[in-house]
């Protein structure tokens, strides 16, 4: 089974600055995608970026950006120009592809708590 | 554009009383369907998915059951709450393939049920 590891519980940055949070998984797969999610005081949950393991290239979305390296199995979330709209919780998962039938599951790391302050 | 829903927003219930719990998906066909349970300051933690009308998948044993009567919808029950059951629960779908030939892997979350069990 994959397991995602966030080591970083609680992360503050000031305003225009930038963060980087790190994840870590673990699996035999070769194949896979992992995703940044965002989940805002509101609670709802917002894919930030997703990055398939078969391109080499670090995905980028925006201000968010990933740091991807598949040997060391580590996908970090690097937030530049931080807003104070940026604080929230945000989790690394992880999902490997698989036929419809079996479901498609993401595995979520803990999360890391983001404060952006002015 | 997909949408998905989930209600009620909020909800307080006595230990010992029934559960239901709706979501449901507008803008697609033969979503994927998923419930997660997220405790207070933690990660998600995926209860139930379903492929297709009346197929449900269970990750964890408890005190908690999911259907879907039709394509897109989803619904947690419950016959007795139990005080454990506290906390919120999201909704999510997924479809892959798509009919343009893409593959979208990514899901994505309704806002939420806020459930307090006292």
């Known amino acids: 089974a994959q397991t995602v590891t966030q080591s970083q519980p609680e992360m503050s940055v000031q305003e225009a600055e930038t963060v980087t949070l790190s994840c870590t998984y673990d699996t035999s797969e070769n194949n896979y995608y992992l995703f940044w999610y965002k989940q805002p005081p509101s609670r709802q949950m917002i894919l930030v970026i997703r990055q398939e393991a078969y391109k080499q290239q670090n995905a980028t979305e925006n201000r968010f950006s990933v740091n991807f390296q598949k040997a060391a199995k580590s996908f970090s979330l690097k937030i530049s120009d931080s807003q104070l709209g940026d604080t929230a919780m945000y989790f690394c998962?992880?999902?490997?592809?698989?036929?419809?039938?079996?479901?498609?599951?993401?595995?979520f790391g803990g999360g890391t708590r983001v404060l952006v302050k002015p | 554009s997909q949408t998905i829903h989930q209600w009620p927003a909020t909800l307080v219930q006595p230990v010992g009383s029934p559960l239901s719990l709706e979501c449901t998906v507008e803008?697609?066909?033969?979503?994927?369907l998923y419930w997660y349970r997220q405790a207070a300051g933690r990660g998600l933690q995926l209860l139930f998915y379903s492929v297709g009308i009346g197929q449900i998948s269970s990750e964890v044993p408890q005190n908690l059951s999911a259907s879907r009567p039709q394509d897109r919808q989803f619904i947690l029950s419950s016959k007795k709450l139990l005080l454990s059951d506290s906390g919120f629960y999201l909704c999510a779908w997924s479809v892959l393939p798509t009919f343009s030939g893409g593959v979208i892997y990514e899901q994505y979350f309704g806002p939420g049920t806020r459930l307090t069990v006292t």
């Open positions: 998962a992880f999902m490997k592809p698989t036929p419809k039938a079996a479901g498609n599951k993401l595995t």
């Open positions: 803008g697609t066909s033969n979503p994927n």
